[in-house]
Nanobody, 125 residues
Framework: QFQLVESGGGLVQPGGSLRLSCIAS????????IGWFRQTPGKRREGTSC????????NYVDSVKGRFTISRDNAKNTVYLQMNNLKPEDTAVYFC??????????????????WGQGTQVTVPS
């Protein structure tokens, strides 16, 4: 049985930074594409960042490019999301997800089959 656990969320002022962590048990993240998604009440889950399994190629949605960085530490079986210059519109529950995705990772939730429980990020306006 596998499990993904996110941590690192919290309350941060605009312009501040947070680093989210996604720790896996029961599966080796090195073999999976990993995505970070976010969701606010009443809205669809939105992909923000992902990293491919084979070559660690990264992909970002336009709204976070230049501010968010996804990376993985295979020795720790952990994927990180460094979030800088946070804005109120970044407020959401952030989820990490693992999936078997060929080629470049995508932001389609259907391609990810393992999900964490989420961690809240709040940036007040």
């Amino acid at each position: 049985q596998f499990q993904l656990v996110e941590s690192g969320g919290g309350l941060v002022q605009p312009g501040g930074s947070l680093r989210l962590s996604c720790i896996a048990s029961g599966l080796d993240l090195n073999y999976y594409a990993i995505g970070w998604f976010r969701q606010t009440p009443g809205k669809r889950r939105e992909g923000t960042s992902c990293i491919s399994s084979r070559d660690d190629m990264t992909n970002y949605v336009d709204s976070v490019k230049g501010r968010f960085t996804i990376s993985r530490d295979n020795a720790k079986n952990t994927v990180y999301l460094q979030m800088n210059n946070l804005k109120p519109e970044d407020t959401a529950v952030y989820f990490c997800a693992a999936g078997v995705v060929e080629g470049r990772c995508t932001f389609s939730p259907a391609e990810y089959h393992a999900w964490g429980q989420g961690t809240q990020v709040t940036v007040p306006s």
